[in-house]
Antibody
Framework: EVQLVQSGAEVKKPGESLKISCQVS????????IGWVRQVPGTGLEWMAIIYPGNSDTRYNPSFRGQVTISADKSISTAYLQWSSLTASDTAMYYCAKYGNNAYFDYWGQGTLVTVSS | DIVMTQSPDSLAVSLGERATINCKSS????????????LAWYQQKPGQPPKLVIYWASTRGSGVPDRFSGSGSGTDFTLTISSLQAEDVAVYYC?????????FGGGTKVEIK
């Protein structure tokens, strides 16, 4: 059974750094792209970035390039999304999700709620 | 970026009746060389992550009931729920994946009348 298990909710202050995680099981982590999708409360879905854990190749949505960093640790089948300096506009639910055989997401994590507030 | 526009924003359908959701892309999502249509649909129930319903415009995802069907070509697409069940109450999103970055529609909320 494919599972993507994300780290827990975070409450941070503006300017702080953060790294959230997504540990997968049930499939070959290094054989499929995995990415992150943002959902601001009450709004739609935004594709942020993806990584191919097999060779660490990355792709970013230009809207998020420079704002976040995607990474992966093959040894523990875990993908990460990190911020160096959060702002209030980063408050959202973040989902990790696995690509199928093309750029659609066939499995999703449960979501990590990030709240940035002074 | 390709803009995905869904309609209506919300609809209320009686149990057992048909629900139809539309999605229009600003550019074709039909690949000229392989003739595949790069369009997916997702279902998001309250408090849950999205779930893949349809990919390649008309292929059902794993475990998706056959009352869900996808159709369309080029720039105009439809998700149809042939006989609405209570468990189908959700927001539905279309997504194109022919062009990077992949983009989603704004969502259509389906409720019971």
């Amino acid at each position: 059974e494919v599972q993507l298990v994300q780290s827990g909710a975070e409450v941070k202050k503006p300017g702080e750094s953060l790294k959230i995680s997504c540990q997968v099981s049930g499939y070959s982590f290094t054989s499929y792209w995995i990415g992150w999708v943002r959902q601001v409360p009450g709004t739609g879905l935004e594709w942020m970035a993806i990584i191919y854990p097999g060779n660490s190749d990355t792709r970013y949505n230009p809207s998020f390039r420079g704002q976040v960093t995607i990474s992966a640790d093959k040894s523990i089948s875990t993908a990460y999304l990190q911020w160096s300096s959060l702002t209030a506009s980063d408050t959202a639910m973040y989902y990790c999700a696995k690509y199928g055989n093309n750029a659609y997401f066939d499995y999703w994590g449960q979501g990590t709620l990030v709240t940035v507030s002074s | 970026d390709i803009v995905m526009t869904q309609s209506p924003d919300s609809l209320a359908v009686s149990l057992g009746e048909r629900a139809t959701i539309n999605c229009k892309s600003s550019q074709t999502v039909l690949h000229s060389s392989n003739k595949r249509t790069y369009l997916a649909w997702y279902q998001q129930k309250p408090g849950q992550p999205p779930k893949l319903v349809i990919y390649w415009a008309s292929t059902r995802g794993s475990g998706v009931p056959d009352r869900f069907s996808g159709s369309g070509s080029g720039t105009d697409f439809t998700l149809t729920i042939s006989s609405l069940q209570a468990e189908d109450v959700a927001v539905y999103y279309c997504q194109q994946y022919i062009s990077s970055p992949p983009t989603f529609g704004g969502g259509t909320k389906v409720e019971i009348k």
